[in-house]
C-alpha cells in the first residue's frame, strides 16, 4: 500500500509539472500570437509605431499575467495574482534586466528614467501603502486603473511626434501579419492559448504546491513569476540580437507598470471582497529595487555591464532568501546567535 501510495504521488507530481510545462508554452505562444496579431491590426487601420511600442508590445508581454491573475481569481485564489505580479516585476527588473546589462551596455536616456522608470517607483509605492492594512479594495483597484490612464497618457504626450522610423517599432514589427484576416486568426489563436495556458499553470502550481507543502504564495513567486516572465526575456534576446538596446530599459519598465496598475488593478475591481495581500518583505524590495535602478541609470545614463553583475547577485541573493524562507537554507549556528 505504501508503494502504491507512493507511486500515485510521484504519478500526480510529475503531472503537475507537466501542467506547468504545457502552461508555460501555451503563454509563451499566446502571448507572442497576440503581440503579432496586434500590430498587423495596428497597421491596418493606421496606428503610429510609437502607439505599437507602447500598448501594444507592453500589453502583450502583461497578457500572461493578467490570463494568470484570472484563472487564480476563478479558483478563489487572487492572492495568486499578486504574488504573481510581484514576483514577475522582481525578475524583470533583477534578472532579466541585470542578464540584458551584462550582455551589453544598456542605454538609459532621461525620458527612460524619469518617465518610465519614476513611473515604476510610484507604481511599486502604491502597491505597498495599498497592501498596508492587508488587503486590496475594489476602490484601491479603481485608483490603480486611473494611475495606469494617466501614465499611458503622458506616454502618448510624450512620443506622439517621435518619428516613423522609431526603433522599438522595428524591434516589433517584423514578422507581423500583413492581412486583417491573418491578424484577426492569430489574436483568437493567442487568446485561447492563453486561456488554457494560464489554466494549465496555475492549476499545475496549486497541485505543486500541496504536493511539495509548499505556501501557494511562494510558488506564485518563484514558479509562477518565472513562467510569466519569459516574454519579457524572449522580446528582450530579441531586442538585443538586433543591437535595438535603446528601447530594453523603457520596454521592462513599461512591462512591470502594466503589470502592477493594469492586472493587479483588474484583480482588486472585479474579484468581491477585497483582494487578500500583507505587506511582506517582497513588496518592499520591489520597491527597494526600483528605487536602486534609478541613481544606476543616472550614472553616465546607462547600465554597464557593472551594474548587470550587480542586479544578477540581487537576484540570486533574492532566490537564497526565497529558499531560507521555505526551509531549504540554514543559516549558520554563528549567525543564528
Not at 49 to 64: E, Q
Not at 264 to 272: K, N, S
Amino acid at each position: 500500500m505504501n508503494e502504491t501510495g507512493e507511486g500515485r504521488r510521484g504519478v500526480v507530481r510529475f503531472m503537475a509539472y507537466g501542467f506547468v510545462i504545457i502552461g508555460l508554452a501555451l503563454l509563451f505562444a499566446g502571448s507572442e500570437a497576440l503581440l503579432r496579431a496586434g500590430i498587423g491590426v495596428s497597421r491596418t487601420i493606421g496606428l503610429s509605431p510609437t502607439i505599437v511600442g507602447l500598448f501594444i508590445v507592453s500589453a502583450a508581454a502583461s497578457a500572461p499575467e493578467f490570463f494568470v491573475a484570472v484563472q487564480a481569481m476563478a479558483r478563489h485564489a487572487p492572492e495568486l495574482a499578486v504574488a504573481n505580479v510581484v514576483g514577475s516585476n522582481i525578475v524583470n527588473l533583477l534578472l532579466i534586466m541585470g542578464l540584458g546589462a551584462l550582455a551589453t551596455t544598456l542605454p538609459s536616456p532621461p525620458k527612460n528614467v524619469f518617465r518610465d522608470g519614476l513611473a515604476m517607483v510610484l507604481a511599486s509605492a502604491a502597491l505597498v501603502f495599498a497592501a498596508w492594512d492587508g488587503s486590496l479594495s475594489r476602490f484601491e483597484g479603481y485608483i490603480f486603473l486611473g494611475g495606469l490612464l494617466v501614465y499611458i497618457a503622458t506616454c502618448i504626450a510624450i512620443d506622439w511626434r517621435k518619428p516613423a522610423q522609431d526603433s522599438e517599432a522595428r524591434a516589433q514589427c517584423r514578422g507581423a501579419p500583413t492581412t486583417f484576416g491573418m491578424s484577426a486568426f492569430l489574436l483568437g489563436a493567442g487568446l485561447v492559448a492563453l486561456y488554457f495556458g494560464g489554466r494549465c499553470l496555475i492549476d499545475g502550481a496549486l497541485v505543486v504546491a500541496n504536493q511539495e507543502h509548499l505556501p501557494r504564495v511562494m510558488i506564485a513567486l518563484i514558479l509562477v513569476a518565472l513562467a510569466t516572465a519569459v516574454p519579457e526575456f524572449v522580446f528582450m534576446i530579441s531586442m538585443a540580437a538586433r543591437r535595438w538596446n535603446d528601447v530594453t530599459l523603457g520596454y521592462l519598465f513599461s512591462s512591470s507598470v502594466f503589470n502592477i496598475l493594469g492586472v493587479i488593478g483588474l484583480t482588486a475591481v472585479f474579484y468581491p471582497g477585497g483582494v487578500p495581500v500583507a505587506a511582506s518583505p517582497d513588496l518592499f524590495l520591489l520597491f527597494a529595487v526600483a528605487v536602486v535602478l534609478m541613481p544606476l541609470m543616472i550614472m553616465s545614463w546607462r547600465l554597464s555591464r557593472f551594474n548587470g553583475a550587480l542586479l544578477l547577485l540581487g537576484y540570486c541573493a533574492y532566490a537564497a532568501f526565497l529558499a531560507w524562507r521555505l526551509g531549504y537554507l540554514v543559516m549558520p549556528p554563528a549567525l543564528q546567535g
